[in-house]
């Protein structure tokens, strides 16, 4: 069974601090996703990594993989209030038939307050 | 948005009902997935499809069955729902072959079972 350890559980900061979330797992996963979600609604895909080492950037957010694909983070820089929600980092298993089936973190619940 | 619709939104039901959600795509994604939603545990996977006909098991399959007798309508029925299946139910889809697990989620059912 491959687990995704995701961290902190709860972060409350206020309006222009940087934050850093992370995912980590002893698996290797082929890929892993990052969502948010909002309250009463489903959550929405913000990036894949595909590659280890890989960085990417979304505006105010930097998404990385590490380098032997087995963990994950995402920085936000200069928080908004507009960015409060959930966040989840998903892992896609490596080899094999996975049938594109996904294993989820936790969840980190963002506050950002004005 | 990924043309993914579930019903109903919202369903409050007594203990030893059966109750049945349907989640219906319009896309023609082979691959579709149920999961639950419940507070610190993130996303957890209880049945999966890979074909019309072709579903398997996830992680917390127990008390639950699935259908999927056309490409585009999954269903998840909880035979004799128990007040530890209250919680909030996604579909979601696999865009593409499945093999980078980008999924694609449904608004969601509340479920409460009394």
């Known amino acids: 069974t491959q687990l995704l350890e995701q961290s902190p559980q709860f972060l409350s900061i206020q309006e222009g601090e940087n934050l850093t979330v992370y995912c980590n797992s002893s698996s290797v996963f082929s890929s892993l996703q990052w969502y948010r979600q909002e309250p009463g609604e489903g959550p929405v895909l913000l990036v894949t990594?595909?590659?280890?080492?890989e960085v990417k950037k979304l505006k105010r957010l930097t998404f990385q993989f590490g380098d032997a694909r087995k963990d994950s983070s995402l920085h936000i820089t200069a928080a908004q209030p507009g960015d409060t929600g959930l966040y989840l980092c998903a892992g896609a298993g490596a080899g094999g038939t996975s049938y594109g089936k996904l294993t989820f973190g936790q969840g980190t619940i963002l506050t950002v307050h004005p | 948005d990924a043309g993914i619709t579930q019903s109903p939104r919202h369903k409050v039901t007594e203990t030893g009902t059966p109750v049945t959600l349907r989640c219906h795509q319009t896309e023609n994604h082979r691959y579709m997935y149920w999961y639950r939603q419940d507070p610190g545990h993130g996303l957890r996977l209880i049945h999966y499809?890979?074909?019309?006909?072709?579903?398997d098991k996830g992680e917390v399959s127990d008390g639950y069955s699935v259908s999927r007798s056309k490409t585009e309508d999954f269903l998840l029925t909880l035979e004799s729902a128990t007040s530890s299946q209250t919680s909030v139910y996604f579909c979601a889809i696999s865009v593409g072959t499945g093999e980078w697990g980008e999924q694609y989620f449904g608004p969601g059912t509340r479920l409460t079972v009394t």
């Open positions: 499809s890979y074909g019309v006909k072709d579903t």
């Open positions: 990594v595909v590659t280890g080492g």
